[in-house]
């Protein structure tokens, strides 16, 4: 079955630093999207997007978020500088298409850790 | 805004006892309730869905039953596996959108 990959599985950066989380979402999906888990705490909605542009974005998601798909393939978050309550791991997940009428697929996640 | 609720953990029980994990959700109008079930090491999965009231969605042995009346979607399994052993999600999500609103995830062990 097809499935959502994430790289790497563990970031450790500095604070301060810029980080670039990758997914590879499924080749036929249309949407997609970032979540993140502090430990301990809910998993957070970031951001989806779609026909190359945002759709919606939560408050968390702040000038320092990013998202891009440079390619036909990868889907990446950028954070441009790094504080130690980003700490959390990074969910990136993927859907065919909209309205909800089958489950969004999620990848095993990146755990980043700022120090 | 929407929020889910669910127990803390971590639930532990024994290979074949019966488990619940409760759920409760504050929502406007009539969302689609979910349990996403995440095993060590692995994404999170779609176990089970419920889009209306008294619906009841099952998968692998689970089940969940969506009550407007409590507005709750409690998960239960009437014999659990060591297999088992994972964190579970209470999610929603409003109408004909695919953004979720997750609970803060109950880790369940399974002893043999």
């Known amino acids: 079955e097809p499935e959502v990959t994430q790289t790497p599985s563990h970031q450790v950066t500095q604070m301060g630093q810029e980080v670039i989380l990758r997914c590879v979402p499924i080749s036929n999906h249309l949407y997609f999207y970032w979540y993140r888990q502090i430990l301990g705490q809910k998993v957070e909605f970031l951001v989806s997007f779609y026909n190359n542009e945002i759709s919606e974005k939560s408050e968390i998601f702040d000038d320092q978020f990013s998202v891009e798909r440079p390619d036909g393939s990868n889907f990446t978050l950028k954070i441009r500088s790094t504080k130690l309550e980003d700490s959390a791991m990074y969910f990136c997940?993927?859907?065919?298409?909209?309205?909800?009428?089958?489950?969004?697929?999620f990848g095993n996640g990146t755990r980043l850790t700022v120090t | 805004g929407d929020s889910v609720t669910q127990m803390e953990g971590p639930v532990t029980l024994s290979e074949e006892a019966c488990l619940t994990i409760?759920?409760?959700?504050?929502?406007?109008?009539?969302?689609?309730l979910f349990w996403y079930v995440q095993y060590p090491g692995e994404g999170l999965q779609l176990l089970l869905k419920a889009t209306k009231a008294d619906d009841k969605g099952s998968n692998k042995g689970f089940e969940a039953t969506y009550r407007k009346e409590t507005t709750s979607f409690h998960l239960e399994k009437g014999s659990v596996q060591v297999s088992d052993s994972a964190v579970y999600f209470c999610a929603l999500s409003d109408p004909g959108y695919s953004t979720l609103t997750f609970g803060k995830g109950t880790m369940l062990l399974v002893s043999p």
């Open positions: 409760n759920c409760t959700y504050t929502a406007t109008g009539y969302p689609s």
């Open positions: 997940a993927s859907i065919w298409r909209e309205p909800y009428n089958s489950p969004l697929h």
